[in-house]
């Protein structure tokens, strides 16, 4: 943890936060450089809203195309796999309303994997070390902070929270 | 297959043959009284009209080897499926013991072993070496002496001939002593089998199910008789 | 006098000695019991036939298809027959014409060998076996399991050209057989398609 | 409620995974064992064979396939009602959702046991799965079984992570305040979590999307058993009814379970402040259209049977009715309609002991269901000379009574491991005020400054 550079506030009131994000989006601090993390989604805060587009639906809708796809193939091919035709109950080989089960299935399935391994990826979950954290957020605080600030910007990011309403300032790493 | 019911005296030599030929187990008393007893083909009897005017009726049924058979499709390892030559064939070894098709079989020809077969020695040694010996947790059912069918096969091949009609005999057909019953090739239009199945005394078991069983009983007083009369 | 004064010290050492006396009994009277019942449970497990595995150890060994080679009572060299211009077909009578391959009675091996090399000692294990009127007890080396369920026949193999190497191994090289080949019904299949014979089910399992 | 700081849900939520009381060991350990019989009486039943059941010719399906089919039924409880409550945006679903959603995953896995448990040889299973093998034989699709196979699966897959899903805040929250080996290890199952606003949206949108994919799926599940019977020709199995009938018993008894459940929550968890009366009386409310519908399905099932006058389908009807079967079938209608129905309705008796003694009735009466849809058809097929008839054995009445001690012993290890209500939904749906602050600026609007 120590070896990154950041300042960060902690808000206990969401609309500071959301006033704390903007006095760092005035000082002119990159985007991606903006960390924030709560307890709770605080949907309805401006905050909540960063990096709010997502391609997950249409993922998870081509997810299922592939595992529907996936699905018919295999009903199909393990029906005629076996060299002789294995007939049952007179019906044909590919039975139609038993493949579209299989195929329905394994659409959702398909859909629900895409779903979930784009949540890991993208909400960038998996990785157990990162960089900047507080279990403050974990009593209620809102953390609204800068990752890898210039040690020159330093005074003047930490007036800028603060009168935002940070109610503590911390820093990390050698600034 | 062809069945004449009123050849049938319900003698049930054809259930003793089929138990000789098929090494089907006995089950005993205890589990017999349990209703799991295996008889691959049974004679049911049933009793028509008031005491003392009564009249018994025999009934020989093995499995129907239907042509759209219902225990087929439910079987998920194709333990149960429909060989080439159209007999419904029961793999002992791909059986996992779901007992769907016993369920799902309208005539109920299919058996359960419950427990392991046993047989007191040295009544081992008339076991018949050409079926295998099933086990616990297998469904079985009547094959049509499938092991007899093969061996005809092999021998005509070994002839480089065909097979003839009434070659093959199942234990059943070849033990009945009124000779009720008939085997052969359907599929042949002129074998015995084919053309007593286009009699007109002819009826099939439960027919209106649709499962187009390929045993044909014959019967006086059918209502395919009153329809032609 | 004996029991009423003794102390709670003594009561206490009585309980203890008491108590490992029942113990012992129990001990013993189990170890007869168990006795009882492996007499009770082995004289009809012998009168009787079943397929069920006779432990569950065994079970599981043939679920991971655990075969252990068989050991031969005789060490029979198949490489030295076929050497001296022996035919498989010359000992294996049944193997055109049954589904059995038949493997000769004693009696028959002991057409040549009252002459042929007597001195060695696999050669005398043998004569002592025919003198003595019993039969080799060979090990089978293939055959299917039971739970295979299923059903060779030698005789429709042979007639249609199958070299005997092709399941059994290169038998001039052998001395006992040894199960070379692994029949699986992969293997089985495959060679059915190759020569387009049916490759339907109960052409082998009934 | 909402007297509640955020601090105070946080203690009493998490209050659970701080300690045991010997009560709680005790009861543990008596489902233990109650577990351990059953699966004794498992492997009894593989060593010696199945007849160690009470099948036989031709009831060849028995407790077995009816504790299948309402362990099934049963996992309709939570994901499905979650999922519904969720897209409809109900605010009082946040406490009930993870103890809904927990049933459902212990249920189906309890229910996906016992296809393996009924078999045969149940050591061949995993002939089921679809694998290459040097056989060249696959699975048969067109068995409903393996619609089966693939239905439960989805259905376990989808609920695991609709369950698993929001719980990595909590996780988080709990690796902040614990310490030693406990932060460690809720430190891994928290994946990482830390909270920025992309991770609360990801998830946010994960669960709407898992919402909609599961709801189709969990109906097409219980068709799907429903098939496992329709599918045969046999005499009140054949029937076209049989999906939604079944669909609609499922939830009827998922909701009897998840009122249970909550009950007895609770009761021993002291949630009284987050488990309110309004959370019965909704679910009471559910479970009473539930039972209605329930009572129309199978007066539109007997009805058309009866009025059909097949002679197989009667052979089967009259058993059921005034039959041997009879006291089996009034017994399911009292407990799944004339018990519940009054109570349910009358709002005054719709408390939350009224609701609990309809659920625990409509429990039974789904389980008697389902053995009266089995049994008796199987018992009464076509040729009278086949009747027969089913007595249970004991060993699948202790592996009937392991499952359902297994469930609460399932459920006791989670809420030790888990909070049992979402802390972070049911903080979220405190606040109610809408936002006043400023719209962030937009980063080229303060560049221009």
Known sequence: ??????????????????????????????????VVMSSEPHEGHAFSLLDHKTIMPWLAALGGVVGGACGFLLARYTQVAYPEPLITGGMPLVAPFPSAIVTYELTMMGAVITTVVTLLITARLLKWKQPLYDSEISYGKILVGVLGPSGAARTDLENRLRSAGAEKIKTTGQL | MVIDLDRCTGCEACVVACHAENNI?????????????????????YYEGEFPNVKTKFMPVPCQQCGAAPCEPVCPTFASYHTIEGLN???YNRCIGTRYCANACPYNTRFFNFYNPVWDKPLDLQLNPDVSVRSEGIMEKCTFCVQRIK?????????????KDGEIQPA???????????????????????????????????????TFPKVTYLQRGSWHDNENA | MLFYRRNFKSWIRIAVVMGIAGLAGLVVEHGLA?????????????????PAHPTVWSAVQEFFNYRPQPVQPIQFTHKVHLANGLQCVMCHVGVDQGPDAR????????????????????IKKLTAYFNRGEDVPWQRVYGFLPSAHVKFNHAPHIRAGVDCSKCHGDMTKQTVAVRAVDHTMGFCIECHQQRNVSVDCVTCHY | MTTKTPEQINEDLLRPLEGTSPRYLAALTFFVLVVLAGAAAFLHQVYAGLGVTGLNRPVFWGFYITDFVFWIGLSHAGT????????????????????????????????????????????????????PSERGIWPNIRSPLLWDFFAINTYLLGSVTFLVLPILPDMALVRDRTTGWKKKLYHVLSLGWTGTPRQWSRLEMAMRIMAVAVIPVAVSVHSIVSWDFAMAPVPGWHSTIFAPYFVCGAIFSGIAALIIAMALLRKFLHLEDYLLRIHFENLGKLLLVMSLLWFYFVFAERLTTWYGNGSSEMAVFWPTQSGSYAPLFWAMVVCNFVIPFPILAIKKLRTIAGTVVASIGVVIGMWLERFLIIVPSLSHKYLPYSYGSYRPSFTEIIITVATFAGLAMLYMLFSKIIPIISVWELKAGEVTETATAPALARPEQVRAD
């Open chain 1, 1 to 34: 943890m120590a070896s990154v550079n950041s300042i960060y506030g902690l808000f206990a009131d969401p609309d500071a936060a959301d006033r704390g994000v903007n006095a760092l989006r005035h000082a002119g601090v990159a985007q991606d450089q903006i």
């Open chain 2, 25 to 45: 187990a006995t089950v005993g008393e205890d589990q017999a009284a349990r209703a799991r007893a295996m008889h691959w083909i049974r004679v049911e009897r």
């Open chain 2, 89 to 91: 064939g029961q793999v």
């Open chain 2, 151 to 163: 061996a005809g096969e092999v021998q005509a091949a070994a002839e480089k001939r065909l097979v």
């Open chain 2, 172 to 210: 059943c057909v070849q033990s009945c002593p009124t000779q009720a019953m008939v085997f052969g090739d359907l599929s042949d239009p002129e074998s015995e089998a084919s053309r007593l199945a286009r009699s007109n005394r002819a009826t099939r078991l439960l027919d209106e199910l649709g």
């Open chain 3, 34 to 50: 168990a006795q009882d019942q492996s007499a009770a449970t082995a004289a009809p497990e012998s009168q009787v036939f079943t």
């Open chain 3, 103 to 122: 493997i000769p009675s004693d009696n028959f091996c002991m057409t040549c060998h009252r002459v042929i090399a007597t001195d060695k000692p696999e």
């Open chain 4, 80 to 131: 499905l009602i979650s999922a519904i409550l969720r897209l409809s945006n109900a605010t009082w679903r946040r406490p009930v959702t993870r103890c809904a959603e927990v049933i459902t995953v212990f249920a189906l896995s309890i229910g996906a046991m016992f296809p393996v448990v009924h078999l045969g040889r149940p050591w061949l299973a995993f002939w089921l799965f679809p694998y």
